[in-house]
């Protein structure tokens, strides 16, 4: 454990903590927590919960994330991407439900880490992300049309993405002019406020200016405060009810949960490394990222991953170490408990904006395009991951995504790989092929002996060994075989000995070899008959040939 978790807090103080360092990271530390207000509140009703609940999660989490975490600059709290996933625990679940999902998922994250499972995640392929991010961005755009445009609909929105769309249409007629004029500013400020100045966040600034305009002139737009009351300015420990019989159920959200965190906090890891030129210790993030999500909901706050933005602001502003990320936290604290009942104020169509922009940010449309360039096994699982995650599920998504790129790649795998009959080639080779007596044929494979391309290997040489007295099959270019691919090599021996060739291997390294000789392969051949390279396997491939010629 102790080889696992290393948090950089501890390891920045070990290496001298001057005052300077103090100063950068303090400022950024409040440019950060600013920046972190607007969205921690409109991330918190856009998941269906109070607004408070989103000021708690980025206080308590993001506190946690940046006192144990493995990056010197991640800022943690509540992201767009549990949007989505939070909304429909809440919806079937209740907010109980999603406290003991939250921290059931804060368990496995703990024991992703204790695993050493840190790198492994990175590994989820590019296309699968890019789909699944794109799929939610177009999912909270969608949640926010009927605050954007002010729409009088009676009782919820239905779930279903299309269902959603058809009752807002339905609808239209209910605009709310005042409210499309707000949602519009909100969105013009948060973009371009920042060729003012890019010290202050646009959305910030939008939140206040627009809150000010609707109080001012009383305009008749839903707020805040008309939607879920008072705001409270405290924060309490909560112990969440819940029966046994729900544990089962939430299962698959814990596990949604602590994917999509490990995921989004890695990457933010990864982001943030490159722009520090840093090197971030995966497993204590996962690990932190974990006691944040089982401390959150016990305060009443919601999932919490690595806020990429949030995480490049910090940088952007000088933040270098975890003391910036924590003070992020405390300004965070001071705001809820000083300037909290004012946030009552705020117009939803405002929070509608700003979550608009948001949306956008994160849709990362150009990687979607650029992968839409590419192959057509990259396409498929965007284009899937992405359907999957905006008309069903996150989950869902997530998981065919997965297996969907597992299946493609072994599906191109299987294709490149080959078996060659090297004796055709010209006599010109480098190894002389055509020499070798009339008898001795020589086929080389190329790719890992695997279950997608073994039953290829076999059926082709069984088909050409009918040539040879003496096979020599080259492996040079074999890395590995797996179970299916030593069962099916196995078979091909068994078919070419009933025809009476002799098979010889050349270039068997060392990781197959284990595997033949555990299997009891090597023992079927004969340990002479299985060399290290090809100029060994001639020379007995010449002798087995004299052999049966005597």
């Not at 103080?13 to 969205?39: N, R, S």
Request: aromatic share 8%.
């Amino acid at each position: 454990m102790e080889n696992v978790f290393r948090p950089k807090f501890f390891s920045v103080l070990k290496q001298g903590y001057t005052k300077k360092m103090f100063q950068t990271d303090f400022l950024a530390g409040i440019i950060v927590g600013i920046v972190a207000l607007p969205l921690a509140i409109a991330f918190a009703v856009a998941s269906g919960v109070s607004p408070e609940k989103g000021l708690i999660t980025a206080i308590v989490a993001g506190f946690i994330i940046s006192f144990l975490g493995g990056s010197r600059v991640q800022i943690g709290g509540p992201t767009g991407a549990f949007i989505v996933v939070v909304a429909g625990i809440v919806n079937q679940y209740g907010f109980s439900g999603l406290m003991i999902a939250t921290m059931m998922a804060g368990v496995l994250l703990i024991l992703f880490g204790v695993l050493h499972l840190g790198s492994v995640i990175k590994f989820i392929p590019h296309p699968v992300v890019v789909g699944f991010t794109s799929g939610i961005a177009l999912t909270i755009f969608t949640t926010q049309i009927k605050d954007a445009l002010g729409l009088t609909i009676e009782g919820k929105l239905p779930a279903a993405f299309l269902s959603k769309w058809a009752t807002m249409i339905a609808n239209f007629g209910s605009i709310n002019i005042w409210a499309v004029v707000l949602t519009v500013i909100t969105i013009l400020i948060s973009v371009y406020f920042v060729k003012i100045t890019p010290r202050v966040p646009g959305s910030f600034v939008a939140i206040i200016v627009v809150t000010a305009i609707a109080a001012i002139f009383d305009l008749p737009v839903t707020t805040i405060g008309s939607v879920f009351g008072e705001i409270p300015s405290t924060i309490s420990v909560e112990v969440p009810s819940f029966n046994l019989s729900d544990i089962s159920n939430l299962v698959g959200p814990a596990v949604t949960i602590a994917v999509l965190g490990a995921i989004e906090s890695l990457l933010s890891a990864v982001v943030a490394d490159g722009m520090i030129s840093g090197n971030h210790r995966s497993n204590t993030e996962l690990i932190a990222q974990g006691i944040a999500n089982i401390a959150s909901p016990l305060f009443g706050g919601i999932p919490a991953t690595g806020a990429i933005a949030r995480t490049a602001t910090n940088v952007k502003n000088g933040g270098r170490t975890p003391v910036a990320g924590i003070t992020h936290a405390v300004t965070l604290l001071l705001i809820m408990l000083f300037f909290g009942q004012w946030a009552k104020l705020i117009p939803m169509s405002c929070l509608a904006g700003v979550l608009i922009v948001v949306s956008y940010n994160m849709s990362e449309w150009r990687s979607f395009v650029s992968i839409c360039k590419g192959t057509k096994y990259d396409v498929v699982v965007l284009v899937v991951t992405f359907l999957l995650t905006v008309i069903f599920d996150l989950t869902v998504a997530i998981e065919v995504g997965m297996v969907l790129a597992a299946f493609m790649f072994m599906q191109r795998m299987s294709v490149q790989s080959e078996v060659i009959n090297l004796k055709s080639k010209s006599s010109d080779s480098i190894d002389n092929y055509s020499s070798l007596p009339k008898g001795i044929e020589i086929y080389e494979i190329s790719g890992p002996f695997f279950f997608g391309a073994a039953k290829k290997y076999r059926e082709t040489i069984r088909q050409f060994g009918n040539e040879a007295k003496v096979l020599i099959i080259r492996m040079r270019h074999v890395p590995f075989m797996d179970a299916t691919g030593v069962r099916n090599f196995s078979a091909m021996l068994d078919d070419l000995a009933q025809i009476d060739v002799h098979i010889v291997l050349s270039g068997v390294n060392e990781v197959v070899y284990k595997e033949l000789s555990r299997t009891g392969l090597v023992d079927k051949l004969g340990a002479v008959n299985v060399c290290s390279n090809f100029d060994i396997a001639s020379e007995r491939a010449k002798t087995v040939l004299q052999e049966l010629a005597a």
